[in-house]
């Protein structure tokens, strides 16, 4: 019996091919299994959102082209109110995507005895004119989101003192934000 001795080049061949092989095989298992839960968990975000508040408010939540921020107090005699408008800087409308995708701010509506007077409201202005208004009563512990014509669509706790932080950093100079955020830490 004869022993066949394969040219070098097989060998070079069939070295290249198991390493190829060998850098298929470990790319395959090195791919991050956590990807599918990432996708289940902004899935489960959206979906508590958008199940709140409807498609078509979402969207202009989510995807709003410009949002300006309205900030209104009475001043001490009761007579006249301030205020103050402020457009929302690019890098905060992250910021206050992530606030408002937070399930736990669409979970319960508790009645709560006292008149709504909404101090800080967000305007979100997205394409082909469709626009929707978020206000915030930082004393009740409420907002709730408007239409164009500001119809009240739904009504929410604020679960957290996120927007009220938020309100804090557009407007530093509010007295009013700064002993709420200074009360509740006690």
Same mark, same amino acid.
């Given at each position: 019996m004869k022993i066949k001795i394969l040219p070098f080049s097989c060998y070079a061949k069939l070295v290249v091919t198991f390493i190829a092989a060998s850098f &298929?095989? =470990?790319s395959c298992s090195a791919s991050p299994t956590n990807r599918i839960e990432d996708n289940r968990v902004t899935i489960q975000k959206d979906s508590v959102m958008r199940k709140a508040v409807g498609d078509?408010?979402?969207? &202009?939540? =989510?995807?709003a082209?410009?949002?300006s921020a309205t900030l209104k107090l009475k001043a001490k005699d009761n007579k006249t109110d301030s205020v103050v408008n402020m457009k929302v800087a690019k890098n905060d409308k992250y910021v206050l995507n992530f606030i408002l995708s937070a399930p736990s701010y669409y979970e319960s509506n508790d009645t709560v005895f006292g008149k709504y007077v909404p101090?800080?409201?967000l305007n979100f202005k997205a394409s082909k004119g469709r626009s929707c208004t978020a206000n915030f009563d930082f004393g009740l512990r409420k907002w709730n989101i408007c239409d164009a014509n500001g119809n009240e669509i739904v009504k929410f706790d604020l679960p957290t003192n996120d927007v009220l932080r938020f309100a804090n950093q557009l407007f530093p100079d509010c007295e009013y934000f700064n002993v709420l955020l200074n009360s509740q830490q006690k």
């Open positions: &298929i095989v =470990t078509s408010i979402y969207t &202009i939540l =989510t995807n082209k410009s949002v101090n800080f409201t």
